[in-house]
């Protein structure tokens, strides 16, 4: 079965009986999760090294917390808020703000935008993840999966268990905070 | 002039040129070895609470089945009161055992009369006059379990596992 298709149903299940078990659950959750979970630490910190460092924290937490995980919630989110609160205190470790450093080869500006072409692409970036923190958990989760990963909403409604009407209504909503965000930003 | 929406549109993430594959592939590996995995815990069966619980029941049934405390105590009342509801009667007042006398009782050689184990609450409390023994070498633990496992739901003790 393709890592992607695996059910988080079945991760859990599966890591519920321990052992040997517990141990494939644990590479079948990393093989669907890690590549996202990667790249919304990297969009934070400066570099791979700081983001491998992260990311394995995350999962040492993931193994030792996955048993007590309230099932309530889906996986991914809870996934998400451990990296997202790994990443702070990583930050806040390195006496760094929320929002600095962002590896300036991820995102490039279009030429054209008035308030844009007066700042930075760095500039730009530090504001626009400034924006997300803003955001209430789930619709910072939804913007990340969809315009940073560019996901397809079925995709992101089956990992966070919502439907992709909510989803596209969270992804509206999050998108207009975030531009107001900038244009308040930019506009100072 | 710019419109508000074509703000984000003008801001576009890069090509990604992150680790390759053979990292993500290896990563659940890495943390692995970082935890130590998960230990197989090794639990003397006796401190499992379904295997005492469900040792002492039997043990219990097995007193009654054989007639062996009404034969010491012809007069004792419990003649009336089935191997079911001595059991049951056991599970439910748990608590009022002494845990290690009733693991010391079921898993050990030696005997211990039954008296001593099973009966400590003052409501159910004979006097110990029955000297005799009760020995499970002749029941194994897995006999033990088949025994509850056709009379009482185990949902319980899939709890413990």
Known sequence: ?188 | METKKDILEHIRMKPRTGPGADYFEGLAQTVLARTGKKEAVIVPLYKKPVIWISGAAAAVLVIFATGLFNAAHPASGFESITAMEAAAYIEDHMDAFDEDLLAEFVFEESAVPVQQTAYEDEETTAEAGAEKAVLFSDLSEEEVLEYLEEEQDLAQAEYYY
């Open chain 1, 1 to 188: 079965m393709r890592k992607d298709k695996v059910e988080d149903r079945e991760i859990l299940e599966q890591f519920d009986k321990g052992a040997s078990f517990a141990e494939k659950a644990f590479v079948s959750l990393v093989g669907k999760y890690g590549q996202q979970l990667y790249w919304q630490i990297r969009r934070v910190v400066k570099n791979h090294d700081q983001a491998n460092d992260i990311l394995q924290n995350v999962f040492v937490k993931v193994w030792q917390f996955l048993g007590d995980f309230n099932r309530d919630s889906s996986l991914y989110t809870w996934l998400y808020r451990i990296a997202r609160n790994e990443t702070l205190n990583f930050l806040q470790s390195e006496k760094r703000s929320s929002t600095v450093d962002l590896d300036d080869e991820m995102l490039e500006i279009k030429a054209g935008h008035a308030l844009l072409d007066q700042h930075t692409p760095e500039q730009i970036s530090e504001l626009l993840m400034q924006a997300v923190e803003t955001l209430p958990e789930k619709q910072a989760l939804v913007f990340q999966l969809k315009y940073f990963e560019d996901l397809p909403y079925h995709e992101i409604a089956a990992q966070l268990g919502t439907s992709e009407g909510a989803l596209k209504a969270s992804y509206h909503h999050a998108t207009g905070k975030i531009r107001k965000f900038l244009e308040a930003q930019l506009n100072l």
